[in-house]
């Protein structure tokens, strides 16, 4: 079954830093381009960043941009997410999610985990 | 920025009605709408691509529909476990974005 597993959320301080990551099995990752979507509580879905599914390309929401950085490792098929500086606004559940298109970006995510919380107070 | 509105906020029916949900976009999206759908507790899974097509193993009685701005999930005869929240999201423009949700209750 194609599966993402995400973890690494936690509850960390304002102006912390934290490190997610998300595990896929059974799909070839390297194929496909990787998205983080996050939800935080009682709300809706909001865009946070894309990676190629080569890495070569990096995009992100204005939200997090220049404070989030996205990477992957596909000789352990698997997807991070780098947060530093992070504000209460942060708080939220952390989707990893792939990307619809193979070896192209299409900004559907047709696979998705079930999130890792991240949680951001004093 | 494309800003996508979704309306009803919350929509209740009874099983076996037909449920129509509206998606409308602050501009043109052309076709490339999506619908998700999130139950209660769950990841979120895409239900339509592309405003028409549906994904891999999902429910004939899920359809899309639309173009420009004002796009349409038609769910034909609801069933007991299609209570959920259902997103649209746009991938025409930067950033791509999700509308903020429609609760599909059944009464």
């Known amino acids: 079954e194609v599966q993402l597993v995400e973890s690494g959320g936690v509850v960390v301080q304002p102006g912390g830093s934290l490190r997610l990551s998300c595990a896929a099995s059974?799909?070839?990752?390297?194929?496909?381009?990787m998205h983080w979507v996050r939800q935080p509580p009682g709300k809706g879905l909001e865009w946070v960043s894309l990676?190629?599914?080569?890495?070569?390309?990096?995009y992100y929401a204005d939200s997090v941009k220049g404070r989030f950085t996205i990477s992957r490792d596909n000789s352990k098929n698997s997807l991070y997410l780098q947060m530093n500086s992070l504000r209460t606004e942060d708080t939220a559940l952390y989707y990893c999610?792939?990307?619809?298109?193979?070896?192209?970006?299409?900004?559907?995510?047709?696979?998705w985990g079930k999130g890792t919380t991240v949680t951001v107070s004093s | 920025e494309i800003v996508l509105t979704q309306s009803p906020a919350t929509l209740s029916l009874s099983p076996g009605e037909r449920a129509t949900l509206s998606c409308r976009a602050s501009?043109?999206?052309?076709?490339?709408l999506a619908w998700y759908q999130q139950k209660p507790g769950q990841a979120p899974r895409l239900l339509i691509y592309?405003?028409?097509n549906r994904a891999t193993g999902i429910p004939a009685r899920f359809s899309g529909s639309g173009s420009g701005t004002d796009f349409t999930l038609t769910i034909s005869s609801l069933e007991p476990e299609d209570l959920a929240v259902y997103y649209c999201?746009?991938?025409?423009?930067?950033?791509?974005?999700f509308g903020g949700g429609t609760k599909v209750e059944i009464k």
């Open positions: 592309d405003a028409s």
């Open positions: 990676i190629s599914w080569n890495g070569g390309s990096t």
């Open positions: 999610a792939r990307d619809r298109m193979v070896r192209g970006i299409i900004y559907n995510m047709d696979v």
């Open positions: 999201q746009q991938r025409t423009n930067w950033p791509p974005a």
């Open positions: 501009q043109s999206v052309s076709s490339f």
């Open positions: 059974e799909f070839t990752f390297d194929d496909y381009s």
